[in-house]
């Protein structure tokens, strides 16, 4: 059984940039791209239902998304979950059945956030050239000359309850950030560290003048947006 989804490259200008970011070929082997769903995995309903904390997706509700493969095709209109505890897609085929790929994604890009880069996921495979990149998912928060990401790691624990006969599992979210430049990727949690990395006159000085804000990841993003504007 084949599962064939349409594509349309011209009509996403992220989904264009980011293939340009992750693989300048790819675009030439795009076209009309099939997910062999007889080569995946069934995933049973209600896998999940003993979790009563927390979560193990990125996106808690299926999100139309491309997905790109290792060998450069593109899989486009797909209802897409990422999986960050085992680091797995999952997806519905045309039956509506749930579905973990067994093909080896580099990068997922969700359809409904148009030139938005955190509506990207990207692993190792798309940061082959990067040393030490860990494994795993991580959302692209800001592309160019350097490259911020988000790296979400999740952790289940099984909890049992005071006077509790039955075992339940609770899904824990830690966040790292991680900024690619230069061939290296490194751990970033302020602006400073950010500044340092890059040594950018300019840069110290933008941060400078943010000193007494509050260190979010928007002020992250932003900072490696400045850069990047350079």
Known sequence: MQHLFPFNLAGCCLLAGLLTFVNTQAQNKAGRPVIMTLNDRHVEPGVWEKVVEG????????????????????????????NLLDNQI?????????????????????????????????????LSKAAAVPDGWMQLLSKGKATLLKRMMKQDVEVKGYGASTVVTHINTTTQYLLLFDGRIEKVQTLGDIADLLESASLSTWVAKQRGRKQSEEQLKAAVDYFNSL
């Open 55 to 82: 979560s193990p997706f990125f996106n808690s509700s299926w999100r139309p998304a491309a997905l790109l493969l290792s060998n450069g095709v593109v899989v486009e209109q797909v209802p897409v979950k990422v």
């Open 90 to 126: 999952h997806y519905l085929d045309s039956a509506g059945r749930e579905m973990v790929t067994m093909h080896e994604v580099k990068s997922v890009i969700f359809l409904d956030e148009a030139n938005d880069t955190s509506a990207v996921l990207v692993n190792r495979l798309a």
